[in-house]
């Protein structure tokens, strides 16, 4: 058997469904790798379990592997220094509920918010947010590469007529990116992305569901909606298998 590797998708804050997927996936041998995305965090009632289990799998698996950092990782780490006020009370974001986690209150009811006092703490992130987790933040990748594909969060930078290989690029479009160009023309070496939804990127789908991984010429996009109703997916390269938390 050659080598493996197995990659997932934005879990945020979705312990059970990365519970899931983990154990969804074949026996991993030595020379396998494990890619996570990134997005651990944010949205999903148990943020906290997930970077706890995440970190726990990089020190107890056998294969290799690769944690990305994610554009939610990444406000976070700039939030412990000088807080992004408009990411972190932007409800959709999902801030409220790491902060919930992390503080060890209890996740966030369906219809629920915080109440101004919690607002307020929740702003003084150096107060509350781990030290160990913001510098376990900071050391993570913006990208990777095997034999396979390349490995991003979001997607590239732009060279004008093509896309930068990942380490030609600026960090901002590694972990950000959302140009419909991207999606819709990119052709090079195999890439996996997340970051964006697969209900939610500007393609035709044809009868494709919110759940189902985008897979089109050299693109695969793996996020669809884990944290926000959707399910966690994971692919296996290079078969396509694919693992989900559904």
Known sequence: MGTRTFVIADIHGDLPALEAVLARLPKLAAKDTVVFLGDYVDRGPD???VVERVRRFVKESKTKTVTLRGNHEDKWIQSVIKPDLPFLIQWGNGCASTFRSFSGAPPLGPDETLDIPEIQKMLDV????????AEWMETLPLWYE????????AGLESDGDGWKHPSQCAPKPLMWMREPRFYNGYRGKRLVFGHTPVADLPIERGEAGPDDVFIDHDLIGLDT???KGGVLSAIELPSGTIYQSR
């Open 47 to 49: 943020p906290r379990g």
């Open 146 to 153: 095997d034999e396979h594909a390349l490995y991003v969060h």
């Open 126 to 133: 150096a107060g509350w947010f781990p030290k160990d987790v």
């Open 225 to 227: 909606g884990c944290g």
